[in-house]
Each structure stands twice: as structure tokens, then as C-alpha cells.
Nanobody, 123 residues
Framework: VQLQASGGGLVQAGGSLRLSCTASGLTFGSHSMGWFRQAPGKEREFVAAITSGGSTNYADSVKGRFTISRDNAKNTVYLQMNSLKPEDTAVYYC??????????????????WGQGTQVTVSS
């Protein structure tokens, strides 16, 4: 199984980025997907999750600014990030979780993780 994340970069505060994560080696439609992030010196934290059917859940810190979506035909999950703030600076990871385990923010329930993509927001 491989999760390949991309789309990170350097952006000014108030700007936007779209992250993508393409999965291979698993049945994409049988997995809920999540995005997590880890800032320097901090623990990895939940950002957003989406079920195979498209239901979504967000961390309070990103609600109204970030949107998670998925294209099951392309085995890809996206994270559209708008109104970015310097505190959004982190390495962003995508993860996959078999639907029999439910869905949501619990990191320990995710089965597979991508390699991470760096997002840096300058003030």
C-alpha cells in the first residue's frame, strides 16, 4: 500500500493550497481517509476526515477554511486549504482507515500513512 501526498509549498498568509493524496495497493472505496499535520515541536494532530460516502469531519481550528473531498475513481483525497494562517505551518500527512474501523480523528485506528508534504505559511 502506498499513499502519495503532494501539493505542499510556501504561501503567504491568507493564501490557498490544495493537497492531494493518491492511494495505491488498497481498495480505496473501502477506506475512510484523513489528513493530519505535525508542526515543529508539536504532536501530530487531526485535521479532517472523510468517509467513503463523502461525510466529513474537521478539527475546530480549520472549520470553515479547509475542505476535504475525495474522488473514488481516481483513488485520491484532497484537502483544499483557504485563508491560511502561519499557525497552519506543518507537515501534512494523509492516512487511510478500513471502514470496518469506523472513521474520525483517532490516529491509532488508521492503517496506512503517507510520507507527508510540507506546508509553510509566511506572515
Amino acid at each position: 500500500v502506498q499513499l502519495q501526498a503532494s501539493g505542499g509549498g510556501l504561501v503567504q498568509a491568507g493564501g490557498s493550497l490544495r493537497l492531494s493524496c493518491t492511494a495505491s495497493g488498497l481498495t480505496f472505496g473501502s477506506h475512510s481517509m484523513g489528513w493530519f499535520r505535525q508542526a515543529p515541536g508539536k504532536e501530530r494532530e487531526f485535521v479532517a476526515a472523510i468517509t467513503s460516502g463523502g461525510s466529513t469531519n474537521y478539527a475546530d481550528s480549520v472549520k470553515g477554511r479547509f475542505t476535504i473531498s475525495r474522488d473514488n475513481a481516481k483513488n485520491t483525497v484532497y484537502l483544499q486549504m483557504n485563508s491560511l494562517k502561519p499557525e497552519d505551518t506543518a507537515v501534512y500527512y494523509c492516512a487511510a482507515r478500513n471502514i470496518v474501523k469506523g472513521w474520525g480523528p483517532e490516529q491509532r485506528r488508521y492503517d496506512y500513512w503517507g510520507q507527508g508534504t510540507q506546508v509553510t505559511v509566511s506572515s
